[in-house]
C-alpha cells in the first residue's frame, strides 16, 4: 500500500486536476507537496477531546455528513466522477460537524466512516486525505437495487454504526470534570498515550527516504550521459522513462486480474458465478492487456536501442490506433461496478475470493474495484504524460507533430468514455428510481416516463422539507430527486421509498430563495411523533446548528414546497442546478398579448364575442359593451350576461343571461340604441332555462340551438332565423321585429339521455359531447348515435371509465380532435381512430380547450399547456403569467383566442399570437 501510494504521489506531481461544480470549473494551480493518510493514534484525540463538541455516535456523524457534503463533478485525468467531492471538502465538513479547528481529528473521523464504507476513492487507492486533488463517493452506486434485495440477503452496507471510542465521553455516570473516575484511560484525567514528534518526523523522514529510492532515467545510465544533456532534455528523458515505467507497472496489473482473478472464476473456483458474470464485470479487460502489452513492448524495444531515447512519437501514434477498445470498457464500467457490488452482497464465496486476492503481492492490499478502474484512469493519464514530454521537447522535434496527433486521438477516445459512460451512468439511475418508485400511482409514474431513453437524471439529495407555513412546525426528511423534466420529492418509510405529493414538472414551477438563514426550532418529541413520516430520521443532538438556507419550489396551481439545508452552498448547488434546467425548456411558440385591463374586479368579464369588422364586445354581470378607444362602452343594460353568439348575415345577436335567451340587432346595439330601456323591455325572451347556446350551419340551414341540460337528460331546442331579414332592405322594413325579438323560428328539437357540455356543428348533423360521450344527431330525422366506433375495444374501455368530454375540433388532417377531461386524441368521420401514435394525456384538470393549428391550448384555472397535435409526448410551452385564467373566446373562423386572468390586482384581457420564430 505504501509503496503504491508513493508511486501516485509521484505521478500526482506532474498531473494536475480540475473540478467541476454546476458550471464552473475550479482549477488549482499548485498541488500540495506531499500528501498523506496519518492521523491520530487513539491517545492523540484524546488529547484533543476538548476541541471535540459532537456525539460520538457514528451513525450520527455520518447522517450529518450526508447532509453537508456537496456532492459535484470533478475531473481527474480526464476522467468524469459524478457525485463527488474532495478529500479537503470531507475533512472540512466533519471539522464542521465535531466542532474542532484540529482538521486530523476530522480526518481520523472521516477515515473511521471509509473504513465502514460509507465512501472510497474514486480510483480506491488512497484513504481519505486531506487534499483538494483527491476524489471520494459514497458506495451508493447499486444502493437502490440492493434495497430491492433485501429479502435475499442481510450483508447489505448501510451508513456507520457503532461509537468513535476516541472521541466519546467517560460513561460513568459519577465522573465530572471536578472528580474524574478512576479508570486509567478516562479522558477527564488527562492520561495520554503520547506521540513524539520524534516518532512523527521519523514516519514522515521514512517516507520521504523512500519516495527518494524510486527508479529514475538519471539514476539508471551513467553519468558521462547525462552531464551532455540540457536541463530540459533531462526531464524530457525523465518523462519518457516514467511514461515506459508505469505503463509496464499497468500491463503488469492487468495481466494479474487475468491470472488471478478472472481464470480461476472461469474455471469455477467460485459457487455461484458463470462466465457471464465475468463478461459483465471485467469486459473487455483482455482485449485491452492485449493492446497495452504490445504497445509496451514497442516502447521498451526502442529504449533499447540507445540510452537517450530520441523519439517515440511513432510508437505513440501507431498504437494509439488500436485504443478504440477504452470506449467499449468505458460505456460498460458503471454497471459492472453495480452488478459485483450487488454479487458481492449476494454472495460470500465471491466476497471471500475477492478478499484473498487483495492479501497477495500483486495486488498489493487494494480491493477489486481499484484494478476495474485502472484502464480508465491509465486511459486519462496519456494525454498528462504527453503534454509534460511536449514542454519539454523542442519545437523543430519530429515528436511535436506526431504526439500533438496520437494525443488528439487520445482525448477524443476520452470524450467519447466520458459521454458513453454518463449514458450509462444515467440509464441505470434511472432504472434504479423506477424500481424504487413502480408501485407507486401509476398516472405520476406515467407522467414522468422513466423508461424514456431521453430521460436524463440530474441530481439527487437529502433535504428537510417544512410541512407547514411556520418555521416551528415538524419537518421531515426526503431525499428531492431533480431530473430533465420533473422534481419528485421522496421519502422513506418502513423500508420503502414514497413520493411526497405529486411529481413537479419543471416547466410547471416556480423557485425562490433567500440567502439568509432561518431558524429551525426545536419541538417536542411528542408533538414530533404523531406527524413524522420518516420512520428512520436520526434524533436532533443539541450541538447540532438549528439554523438553514431554505429554497422554495412552487408547482403551479398545486402546492408550495419549503426546503431547508444548513450549507450554504448545497442550497445555490440546487438552485443553480433547478434554473439550469428551466433554461433548458424549449423557445416560447406562442406570446400573450394583454390588449385590456381593467379595476373592476366585482364585475370580471364573463364573456367575449368578435365581430367581423374587428370590434369586440364585451359582458359583465351588468351588461354589454363595446371594446373601443382603450374603454368599455356601454350597449346593453341586462344583468347576468354568460353568452354571446351571433348572425351577421342576419344581423342578430343571441344574449344568454340569466338562463334565458334574448335577440337584438347587432347595428343597432353598436349604435347604442339599446341602451334606452324603453327598446329593451318589450323584447321577448326565445327561451328560457337554458344551459348554453350555439349558432352554426349546418344542413344548408342557419341554426340557433338552446340546450337545457341537467344531470341525467339535455333537451336540445332548435331554431332558424326568419329568411327574410338577410335582406337590408328588409331588416329596416321589418325593424320592429328586433325591438319584440320575434326574429327566430323554432322548427325541431331533440333529448339526450345525458348531460350536454358543448355542440359542434358538422355538414348534416350536430355533434353533443355530453358527460360520458359524443352523440352525433341527425337534422333530418332527429336519430342519435355514438361518434365512437362501438365495435373498437380501445373505445369501449374508454366509455366505462372516468373520462367526460369536453370539447371537439375539425383539424386540417380532415379528422376530429376528440378533448376529454384527461386525454385527447383523433377520429375521422366514421368514428374510427386515426394518428394511433398520438395521445395525448393532460398534466392537469383542464377547464376548457381551444385548438388552432397545429397547437392545442388547455385551459386551467393558473396557467395555459400548449400541445403540438402531431406530438403528445410533453406540452411545447406554458403560459402563467397570472391567476384566475379563464377562456372567453375562440373563434375557428378569424383563427383568435382570448381570455382573461387576474394580474397584481386587476383583469386583464389578452390574446395568444404565434410568434415568427416558430
Given at each position: 500500500?505504501?509503496?503504491?501510494?508513493?508511486?501516485?504521489?509521484?505521478?500526482?506531481?506532474?498531473?494536475?486536476?480540475?473540478?467541476?461544480?454546476?458550471?464552473?470549473?475550479?482549477?488549482?494551480?499548485?498541488?500540495?507537496?506531499?500528501?498523506?493518510?496519518?492521523?491520530?493514534?487513539?491517545?492523540?484525540?484524546?488529547?484533543?477531546?476538548?476541541?471535540?463538541?459532537h456525539?460520538?455516535?457514528?451513525s450520527?456523524?455520518a447522517?450529518?455528513?450526508?447532509?453537508?457534503?456537496?456532492?459535484?463533478?470533478?475531473?481527474?485525468?480526464s476522467?468524469?466522477?459524478?457525485?463527488?467531492?474532495?478529500?479537503?471538502?470531507?475533512?472540512?465538513?466533519?471539522?464542521?460537524?465535531l466542532?474542532?479547528?484540529?482538521?486530523?481529528?476530522?480526518?481520523?473521523?472521516?477515515q473511521?466512516?471509509?473504513?465502514?464504507?460509507?465512501?472510497?476513492d474514486?480510483?480506491?487507492?488512497?484513504?481519505?486525505?486531506?487534499?483538494?486533488?483527491?476524489?471520494?463517493?459514497f458506495?451508493?452506486?447499486?444502493k437502490?437495487?440492493?434495497?430491492?434485495?433485501?429479502?435475499?440477503?442481510e450483508?447489505?452496507?448501510?451508513?456507520?454504526?457503532?461509537?468513535?471510542?476516541?472521541?466519546?465521553?467517560c460513561?460513568?455516570?459519577?465522573?465530572?470534570?471536578?472528580?474524574?473516575?478512576?479508570?486509567?484511560?478516562?479522558?477527564?484525567?488527562?492520561?495520554?498515550?503520547?506521540?513524539?514528534?520524534?516518532?512523527?518526523?521519523?514516519?514522515?523522514?521514512?517516507?520521504?527516504?523512500?519516495?527518494?529510492?524510486?527508479?529514475?532515467?538519471?539514476?539508471s545510465?551513467?553519468?558521462?550521459?547525462?552531464?551532455?544533456?540540457?536541463?530540459?532534455?533531462?526531464?524530457?528523458?525523465?518523462?519518457?522513462?516514467?511514461?515506459?515505467?508505469t505503463?509496464k507497472?499497468?500491463?503488469?496489473?492487468?495481466q494479474?486480474v487475468i491470472?488471478?482473478?478472472?481464470?480461476?472464476?472461469?474455471?469455477?473456483?467460485?459457487?455461484?458465478?458463470?462466465?457471464?458474470?465475468?463478461e459483465?464485470?471485467?469486459?473487455?479487460?483482455?482485449?485491452?492487456?492485449?493492446?497495452?502489452?504490445?504497445?509496451?513492448?514497442?516502447?521498451?524495444?526502442?529504449?533499447?536501442r540507445k540510452?537517450?531515447?530520441e523519439?517515440?512519437g511513432?510508437?505513440?501514434?501507431?498504437?494509439?490506433?488500436?485504443f478504440?477498445?477504452?470506449?467499449?470498457?468505458?460505456?460498460?464500467?458503471?454497471?459492472?461496478?453495480?452488478?459485483?457490488?450487488?454479487?458481492?452482497?449476494?454472495?460470500?464465496?465471491?466476497?471471500?475470493?475477492f478478499?484473498?486476492?487483495?492479501?497477495?503481492?500483486?495486488?498489493?492490499?487494494?480491493?477489486?474495484?481499484?484494478?476495474?478502474?485502472?484502464?480508465?484512469?491509465?486511459?486519462?493519464?496519456?494525454?498528462?504524460?504527453?503534454?509534460?514530454?511536449?514542454?519539454?521537447?523542442?519545437?523543430?522535434?519530429?515528436?511535436?507533430?506526431?504526439?500533438?496527433?496520437?494525443?488528439?486521438?487520445?482525448?477524443?477516445?476520452?470524450?467519447?468514455?466520458?459521454?458513453?459512460?454518463?449514458?450509462?451512468?444515467?440509464r441505470?439511475?434511472?432504472?434504479?428510481?423506477?424500481?424504487?418508485?413502480?408501485?407507486e400511482?401509476k398516472?405520476?409514474?406515467?407522467?414522468?416516463?422513466?423508461?424514456?431513453?431521453?430521460?436524463?437524471?440530474?441530481?439527487?439529495?437529502?433535504?428537510?422539507l417544512?410541512?407547514?407555513?411556520?418555521?416551528?412546525?415538524?419537518?421531515?426528511?426526503?431525499?428531492?430527486?431533480?431530473?430533465?423534466?420533473?422534481?419528485?420529492?421522496?421519502?422513506?418509510?418502513?423500508?420503502?421509498?414514497?413520493?411526497?405529493?405529486?411529481?413537479?414538472?419543471?416547466?410547471l414551477?416556480?423557485?425562490?430563495?433567500?440567502?439568509?438563514?432561518?431558524?429551525?426550532?426545536?419541538?417536542?418529541?411528542?408533538?414530533m411523533?404523531?406527524?413524522?413520516?420518516?420512520?428512520?430520521?436520526?434524533?436532533?443532538?443539541?450541538?447540532v446548528n438549528?439554523?438553514?438556507?431554505?429554497f422554495?419550489i412552487?408547482?403551479?396551481?398545486t402546492?408550495?414546497?419549503?426546503?431547508?439545508?444548513?450549507i450554504?452552498?448545497e442550497?445555490?448547488?440546487?438552485?443553480?442546478?433547478?434554473?439550469?434546467?428551466?433554461?433548458t425548456?424549449?423557445?416560447p411558440?406562442i406570446?400573450?398579448?394583454?390588449?385590456?385591463?381593467?379595476?373592476?374586479?366585482d364585475?370580471?368579464?364573463?364573456?367575449?364575442?368578435?365581430?367581423?369588422?374587428?370590434?369586440c364586445?364585451?359582458?359583465?354581470?351588468?351588461?354589454?359593451?363595446?371594446l373601443?378607444?382603450?374603454?368599455?362602452?356601454?350597449?346593453?343594460r341586462?344583468?347576468?350576461?354568460?353568452?354571446?353568439?351571433?348572425m351577421?348575415?342576419?344581423?342578430?345577436?343571441?344574449?344568454?343571461?340569466?338562463?334565458?335567451?334574448?335577440?337584438?340587432?347587432i347595428?343597432?346595439?353598436?349604435?347604442?340604441?339599446?341602451?334606452?330601456e324603453k327598446?329593451?323591455?318589450?323584447?321577448?325572451?326565445?327561451?328560457?332555462?337554458?344551459?348554453?347556446i350555439?349558432?352554426?350551419?349546418?344542413?344548408?340551414?342557419?341554426?340557433?340551438?338552446?340546450?337545457?341540460?341537467?344531470?341525467n337528460k339535455?333537451?336540445?331546442?332548435?331554431?332558424?332565423?326568419?329568411?327574410?331579414?338577410?335582406?337590408?332592405?328588409n331588416?329596416?322594413?321589418?325593424?320592429?321585429?328586433y325591438?319584440?325579438?320575434?326574429?327566430?323560428t323554432?322548427?325541431?328539437?331533440?333529448?339526450?339521455?345525458s348531460?350536454?357540455?358543448?355542440?359542434?356543428?358538422l355538414?348534416?348533423?350536430?355533434?353533443?359531447?355530453?358527460?360520458?360521450?359524443?352523440?352525433?344527431?341527425?337534422?333530418?330525422n332527429?336519430?342519435?348515435?355514438?361518434?365512437?366506433?362501438?365495435?373498437?375495444?380501445?373505445?369501449?374501455?374508454?366509455?366505462?371509465?372516468?373520462?367526460?368530454?369536453?370539447k371537439?375540433?375539425?383539424?386540417?388532417?380532415?379528422?376530429?380532435?376528440?378533448c376529454?377531461?384527461?386525454?385527447?386524441?383523433?377520429?375521422?368521420?366514421?368514428?374510427?381512430?386515426?394518428?394511433?401514435?398520438v395521445?395525448?394525456?393532460?398534466?392537469?384538470?383542464?377547464?376548457?380547450?381551444?385548438?388552432?393549428h397545429?397547437y392545442?391550448?388547455?385551459f386551467?384555472?393558473?396557467?395555459?399547456?400548449?400541445?403540438?397535435?402531431f406530438d403528445?409526448?410533453?406540452?411545447?410551452?406554458?403560459?402563467?403569467?397570472?391567476?384566475?385564467?379563464?377562456?372567453?373566446?375562440?373563434d375557428?373562423?378569424?383563427?383568435?383566442?382570448?381570455?382573461?386572468?387576474?394580474?397584481?390586482?386587476?383583469?386583464?384581457?389578452?390574446t395568444?399570437?404565434?410568434?415568427?420564430?416558430?
Amino acid at each position: 500500500m505504501g509503496d503504491n501510494q508513493s508511486e501516485v504521489s509521484k505521478i500526482d506531481t506532474i498531473s494536475k486536476s480540475s473540478t467541476t461544480a454546476s458550471s464552473s470549473i475550479t482549477d488549482y494551480s499548485k498541488e500540495e507537496e506531499f500528501e498523506d493518510d496519518y492521523v491520530y493514534h487513539s491517545g492523540d484525540i484524546k488529547q484533543k477531546f476538548p476541541l471535540v463538541n459532537h456525539s460520538a455516535n457514528m451513525s450520527e456523524i455520518a447522517a450529518n455528513f450526508r447532509k453537508r457534503i456537496k456532492l459535484v463533478k470533478h475531473i481527474k485525468d480526464s476522467i468524469e466522477y459524478m457525485q463527488s467531492f474532495s478529500g479537503y471538502d470531507a475533512v472540512t465538513a466533519l471539522a464542521d460537524i465535531l466542532g474542532t479547528d484540529d482538521r486530523k481529528v476530522a480526518q481520523t473521523t472521516g477515515q473511521a466512516l471509509e473504513e465502514q464504507g460509507m465512501f472510497h476513492d474514486v480510483v480506491y487507492l488512497h484513504k481519505l486525505l486531506d487534499s483538494h486533488y483527491h476524489y471520494y463517493q459514497f458506495e451508493d452506486l447499486a444502493k437502490p437495487i440492493a434495497i430491492l434485495e433485501r429479502k435475499e440477503t442481510e450483508r447489505l452496507k448501510s451508513d456507520p454504526c457503532g461509537v468513535l471510542v476516541e472521541i466519546a465521553q467517560c460513561y460513568s455516570p459519577t465522573c465530572t470534570d471536578e472528580s474524574p473516575c478512576y479508570a486509567y484511560s478516562c479522558p477527564r484525567r488527562g492520561i495520554k498515550e503520547k506521540v513524539t514528534s520524534k516518532e512523527t518526523a521519523g514516519r514522515f523522514s521514512n517516507l520521504s527516504i523512500t519516495i527518494g529510492l524510486q527508479t529514475a532515467w538519471s539514476t539508471s545510465i551513467g553519468k558521462s550521459y547525462v552531464g551532455k544533456l540540457t536541463h530540459q532534455q533531462i526531464k524530457r528523458q525523465e518523462i519518457i522513462f516514467e511514461f515506459i515505467r508505469t505503463e509496464k507497472e499497468y500491463v503488469n496489473d492487468l495481466q494479474s486480474v487475468i491470472k488471478y482473478m478472472i481464470n480461476p472464476l472461469r474455471n469455477g473456483k467460485v459457487i455461484g458465478v458463470d462466465n457471464r458474470f465475468v463478461e459483465l464485470v471485467f469486459g473487455n479487460i483482455e482485449e485491452i492487456a492485449q493492446v497495452n502489452t504490445e504497445f509496451y513492448e514497442n516502447l521498451r524495444k526502442i529504449q533499447k536501442r540507445k540510452p537517450v531515447l530520441e523519439s517515440l512519437g511513432d510508437v505513440v501514434k501507431e498504437c494509439v490506433g488500436t485504443f478504440i477498445c477504452y470506449t467499449k470498457y468505458g460505456e460498460k464500467q458503471p454497471s459492472a461496478k453495480q452488478i459485483l457490488q450487488i454479487q458481492k452482497n449476494k454472495n460470500i464465496y465471491l466476497n471471500n475470493f475477492f478478499k484473498e486476492c487483495q492479501k497477495m503481492p500483486q495486488f498489493r492490499r487494494l480491493p477489486v474495484e481499484s484494478f476495474l478502474a485502472r484502464p480508465t484512469t491509465r486511459l486519462g493519464r496519456y494525454p498528462i504524460l504527453i503534454r509534460d514530454i511536449l514542454k519539454n521537447t523542442s519545437k523543430n522535434h519530429r515528436d511535436q507533430i506526431l504526439l500533438k496527433e496520437a494525443n488528439t486521438k487520445i482525448e477524443d477516445i476520452l470524450k467519447e468514455v466520458n459521454h458513453l459512460a454518463g449514458k450509462e451512468t444515467n440509464r441505470l439511475k434511472m432504472e434504479q428510481w423506477y424500481e424504487l418508485l413502480r408501485f407507486e400511482k401509476k398516472n405520476d409514474i406515467s407522467s414522468v416516463n422513466f423508461e424514456d431513453p431521453k430521460r436524463e437524471y440530474i441530481r439527487e439529495g437529502k433535504l428537510s422539507l417544512i410541512v407547514s407555513n411556520y418555521v416551528n412546525e415538524p419537518i421531515i426528511e426526503v431525499t428531492l430527486l431533480l431530473l430533465d423534466n420533473f422534481i419528485i420529492i421522496t421519502y422513506e418509510k418502513n423500508n420503502n421509498c414514497h413520493i411526497y405529493g405529486k411529481p413537479i414538472p419543471i416547466s410547471l414551477m416556480t423557485l425562490t430563495h433567500s440567502d439568509k438563514q432561518i431558524s429551525l426550532k426545536p419541538h417536542s418529541e411528542s408533538h414530533m411523533a404523531s406527524k413524522r413520516l420518516v420512520l428512520n430520521t436520526h434524533k436532533n443532538n443539541s450541538n447540532v446548528n438549528t439554523m438553514g438556507y431554505s429554497f422554495t419550489i412552487s408547482h403551479i396551481s398545486t402546492s408550495s414546497y419549503t426546503f431547508i439545508t444548513p450549507i450554504l452552498s448545497e442550497q445555490k448547488a440546487w438552485v443553480e442546478a433547478i434554473q439550469k434546467q428551466q433554461e433548458t425548456l424549449p423557445a416560447p411558440i406562442i406570446r400573450e398579448n394583454i390588449f385590456f385591463s381593467h379595476i373592476e374586479l366585482d364585475c370580471p368579464v364573463s364573456t367575449i364575442h368578435l365581430l367581423k369588422n374587428k370590434t369586440c364586445l364585451v359582458s359583465n354581470e351588468i351588461g354589454l359593451y363595446g371594446l373601443y378607444n382603450h374603454a368599455m362602452n356601454p350597449l346593453l343594460r341586462i344583468s347576468k350576461i354568460t353568452q354571446i353568439e351571433t348572425m351577421e348575415q342576419f344581423d342578430l345577436l343571441f344574449v344568454l343571461a340569466n338562463r334565458e335567451v334574448y335577440a337584438f340587432s347587432i347595428s343597432l346595439t353598436l349604435r347604442g340604441v339599446y341602451i334606452n330601456e324603453k327598446y329593451v323591455k318589450h323584447n321577448k325572451k326565445i327561451s328560457s332555462n337554458v344551459s348554453f347556446i350555439a349558432t352554426g350551419f349546418c344542413d344548408e340551414k342557419f341554426i340557433l340551438c338552446c340546450a337545457k341540460a341537467s344531470t341525467n337528460k339535455t333537451v336540445v331546442k332548435m331554431f332558424e332565423p326568419k329568411g327574410f331579414l338577410a335582406n337590408v332592405e328588409n331588416r329596416k322594413k321589418f325593424q320592429k321585429l328586433y325591438f319584440t325579438g320575434d326574429v327566430v323560428t323554432s322548427f325541431k328539437q331533440f333529448y339526450i339521455p345525458s348531460e350536454g357540455v358543448s355542440i359542434r356543428f358538422l355538414r348534416r348533423s350536430i355533434c353533443v359531447a355530453c358527460s360520458k360521450s359524443f352523440e352525433v344527431v341527425s337534422i333530418k330525422n332527429l336519430t342519435t348515435q355514438s361518434l365512437l366506433n362501438p365495435g373498437d375495444v380501445v373505445f369501449k374501455n374508454l366509455l366505462k371509465s372516468e373520462y367526460s368530454p369536453m370539447k371537439m375540433f375539425k383539424t386540417q388532417q380532415n379528422d376530429f380532435l376528440l378533448c376529454y377531461n384527461k386525454i385527447g386524441f383523433f377520429i375521422d368521420k366514421n368514428g374510427n381512430r386515426t394518428r394511433s401514435k398520438v395521445f395525448f394525456k393532460w398534466n392537469a384538470i383542464p377547464k376548457s380547450f381551444a385548438y388552432r393549428h397545429p397547437y392545442i391550448y388547455v385551459f386551467t384555472k393558473d396557467y395555459i399547456s400548449i400541445w403540438d397535435e402531431f406530438d403528445s409526448s410533453n406540452y411545447k410551452q406554458v403560459i402563467f403569467t397570472g391567476t384566475t385564467i379563464k377562456l372567453l373566446l375562440h373563434d375557428e373562423a378569424c383563427n383568435v383566442i382570448m381570455y382573461s386572468k387576474m394580474m397584481t390586482g386587476k383583469e386583464c384581457l389578452c390574446t395568444l399570437e404565434l410568434l415568427e420564430t416558430s
